[in-house]
């Protein structure tokens, strides 16, 4: 189950990231970022309502609290690097994040396996030649990648605090429709500053035209997002938290194959054994 649900989690922040990043080449960053967790509001909250999820409020919320002050500047530096940067290097970057749930796991006893051991390694180095991570060259290169370290790390800090927050499915429900209004509270604040500052909060001559024909698609990279935070949460709690955070961290080779069938970006040769290292890394833990 736990191999399950962590790769169920790929997909989606795979997904997720890759909406985000080509909406953040129409629309602010901060923009995208409130929009899509208003949109995840609403659906938890229904779900919320609906399950009667509210009677498991207790103290383990304050993760979620904490998870939802952390996300909005890890996704907005994340997001406005996949608009500086091709997507199939940026992505892989942020992946290195994996370093804070598993550091986290390993704090509270957990001992992989040598097999398991030797595919996380081995699956780390293929999350990040995936994207042929390139550390020289243009200034905006060098901001992509400064934007995705610090984005890598906010994403790793959520991971270990989500699977914090919530013991039962319906428990999870609440965590992380608090985690999602807090995530909006903070970037509602950030963006009603960011225009008091004369920073528009749409592009210049498009008005709410583009916002209302970009929904659809600022609500599927919200909801994917949401979705990914539960499975991962779920992945967590049923097995160890080493190699759940490992398998889901295997995002970026599911962005970057997005980017190579839609926008036709090209798959490098160290890309490709890159992916190779990071499907073999997923056998090992799998086995392990």
Do not use: C
């Not at 970006?265 to 086995?287: N, P």
Request: glycine fraction near 14%; charge should be positive.
């Amino acid at each position: 189950m736990t191999a399950l649900f962590a790769l169920a989690t790929a997909v989606l922040w795979g997904l997720a990231d890759f909406g985000g990043g080509l909406l953040t080449r129409r629309l602010p960053a901060l923009t995208v970022v409130v929009v899509s967790q208003i949109a995840a509001v609403l659906v938890l909250g229904s779900v919320v309502i609906a399950t009667g999820a509210w009677h498991e409020a207790g103290p383990q919320l304050w993760f979620a609290v904490a998870a939802g002050l952390v996300g909005p500047a890890a996704m907005l530096s994340f997001y406005k690097a996949l608009a500086l940067g091709p997507m199939g290097v940026v992505s892989p970057l942020g992946s290195v994040g994996v370093v804070v749930p598993v550091g986290v796991g390993l704090l509270l006893g957990e001992r992989p396996g040598a097999g398991q051991f030797a595919g996380i390694a081995v699956a780390v180095v293929g999350i990040v030649l995936a994207g042929g991570p390139e550390l020289r060259g243009a200034p905006v290169q060098r901001q992509a990648v400064i934007l995705t370290l610090i984005a890598a790390f906010g994403f790793g800090a959520v991971m270990a605090l989500i699977s914090e927050a919530s013991t039962t499915v319906t428990g999870l429900f609440l965590a992380l429709l608090v985690q999602r209004v807090t995530n909006v509270a903070v970037g509602g604040a950030a963006l009603w500053a960011q225009t008091r500052r004369g920073v528009p909060a749409l592009p210049e001559g498009s008005g709410p035209r583009i916002l209302w024909g970009l929904l659809p698609a600022l609500a599927f990279v919200g909801l994917a997002d949401v979705a990914a935070n539960g499975t991962y949460s779920i992945a967590a709690q049923n097995g160890p938290v080493t190699v759940a955070a490992v398998l889901s961290s295997l995002y970026p080779v599911i962005t970057a194959l997005a980017a190579f069938a839609v926008l036709k970006e090209r798959l490098r040769g160290v890309q490709a054994a890159g992916a190779g290292l990071a499907l073999a890394g997923t056998v090992l833990l799998a086995a392990g």
